[in-house]
């Protein structure tokens, strides 16, 4: 298992729907870490734009991206971080404010499947009318990022159980 003093920085990212809340609470209890929310971070007109499904511009997304790698820069001990981070320009944003490596595990999965699970959660601000947004928006992390891309088409502890795994092979 990954070393909790080892200060890792990791983002769980992935279109709304891909099960970012659920796997960092799972992963952050296996690995004794503390998992925050990305969405918790967002300004309250960014949640109120999207829960009247407008799209996230760049524009607003910026200041957010900024609170995001700096929730990161200095963790005490694994920090497992929720955050979309669709772009490249995202992340590469998120690692210059983090200051340090980042971990990015991008949680992989079909339009088909996020709309299924997008359609039975409730109490969500991100209505599904943004599906189609996030998925034209999402920039798949490339080889030259080391990302972990695992398949989420799998139970929550075979996903949780393939993270760990990828991260024990992972240099902190």
């Given amino acids: 298992m990954p070393n909790a003093s080892a200060h890792r920085r990791i983002v769980l990212m992935g279109v709304a729907g891909c099960g970012k809340s659920a796997v960092g609470a799972a992963l952050a209890a296996r690995l004794d870490a503390v998992y925050l929310d990305g969405d918790d971070l967002h300004p309250p007109e960014n949640i109120a734009k999207m829960r009247r499904g407008?799209?996230?511009?760049?524009?607003?997304?910026?200041?957010?991206?900024t609170?995001?790698?700096?929730?990161?820069?200095?963790?005490?001990?694994?920090?497992?971080?929720?955050?979309?981070?669709?772009k490249r320009r995202y992340r590469d944003h998120i690692r210059k404010e983090a200051g340090a490596p980042v971990i990015f595990v991008h949680l992989a999965g079909t339009k088909q499947l996020i709309t299924a699970r997008m359609a039975a959660r409730t109490g969500h601000f991100m209505p599904t009318t943004l599906i189609d947004s996030q998925f034209d928006a999402l920039e798949a992390p490339?080889?030259?990022?080391?990302?972990i891309t695992i398949d989420i088409n799998a139970s929550l502890e075979a996903i949780v159980s393939a993270i760990a795994a990828e991260l024990e092979e992972t240099p902190a």
Avoid: F, K, N, Y
């Fill in 67 to 86: 609170l995001v790698g700096r929730t990161l820069a200095d963790p005490h001990g694994t920090l497992i971080l929720g955050c979309s981070a669709l």
């Fill in 142 to 147: 490339t080889p030259d990022e080391r990302p």
């Fill in 54 to 65: 407008e799209p996230l511009t760049d524009e607003d997304r910026w200041p957010w991206l």
